[in-house]
């Protein structure tokens, strides 16, 4: 690098430097006594050595979306407090930081419960049609001896709560994944969706969910086509009588998150 390349790269630096310090000065210069709220939702004041660096939101009309006049307002607008905010509130308004965490504590509470959570539950389903469970060849005969359309499987469950009024009510979509059953069903070989009601039941965000949808299964035993029970067979292994079929059916569910 030539010297005078040096020199230029070093008045860029300088002007870039000078650019960035006007533009971080211009908050506390034009909101004093002010709280602004960041991209990442914690709040500064004034007072803060972020303050500075906090953009500036502002909506269709122009109006600034992320200023508010306390640290209370700005956490009751869904804002957090970091550690050091909290110190200070705590050294000015000792009341103030107490109502502020409360407000924080109920932000965190309502994050979990709306939003994507997931949940471990039990599921009972009936399938469009009936699967065999157990079958058998007698005097070359084919004889069905148990087949069915219910079980119950254990499943894990993702769903997303669209935020309510009612901040103990959630509901929204859902999908489900078997893990075990009766048979000893593998994972992924059960899958479902469909709609979840949730009531929220402690202060952290966890919930007890029912949840309605439908449900594919991957592993279900139909007899091979052409045949029926009773019918006469050659074959003497009842598992080769036995094709796996996708079937389908609905599934109510119930469920919870911890």
């Known amino acids: 690098m030539s010297t005078l390349q040096y020199y230029y790269l070093v008045i860029a630096v300088i002007l870039l430097s000078m650019q960035s310090f006007n533009v971080s000065a211009k908050n506390k210069d034009t909101y004093p006594n002010k709280v602004l709220r960041s991209t990442t939702n914690n709040c500064w004041n004034a007072a803060s050595s ?3 660096t906090v ?16 640290l209370v307002e700005c956490v009751d607008n869904g804002g957090n407090l970091k550690d ?11 009341d103030e930081v107490s109502e502020a965490e409360d407000k924080e504590k109920e932000n965190i509470k309502n ?3 709306f939003g994507i959570s997931w949940g471990l539950g039990l599921a009972f389903t009936h399938l469009n049609n009936s699967v065999i469970r157990e079958i058998t060849i007698e005097d070359k005969k084919i004889r069905i001896v148990h087949e069915t359309s219910h079980k119950a499987i254990a499943m ?5 709560f669209f935020e309510t009024k009612d901040k103990d009510f959630g509901h929204g979509p859902f999908v489900a994944i078997g ?10 070989t059960t899958y479902g969706a469909g709609y979840m009601w949730g009531w ?4 952290r965000g966890n919930s007890w969910n029912v949840g309605l949808g439908v449900f594919v299964d991957t592993e279900s035993n139909l007899l091979s086509a052409d045949l029926s029970e009773g019918d006469t067979t050659t074959q003497t292994d ?12 609905l599934m109510l569910m119930f469920s919870a998150n911890f």
Do not use: W
């Not at 953009?55 to 200023?67: D, R, V």
């Not at 894990?156 to 997303?160: A, G, K, P, Q, T």
């Not at 009842?238 to 059916?249: F, Q």
């Open 55 to 70: 953009k500036i939101q502002k909506n269709a009309q122009g109006s600034i979306t992320n200023l508010y006049d306390s």
């Open 50 to 52: 972020v303050f500075n």
């Open 179 to 188: 893990l075990v059953g009766k048979e000893g069903i593998d994972p992924l």
């Open 111 to 113: 994050k979990k419960f």
């Open 238 to 249: 009842p598992a080769k009588l036995l094709k796996k079929s996708d079937e389908t059916g």
């Open 84 to 94: 050091s905010m909290k110190e200070y509130l705590a050294i000015t308004t000792p």
């Open 156 to 160: 894990v469950e993702s769903h997303y």
């Open 200 to 203: 929220k039941r402690d202060d």
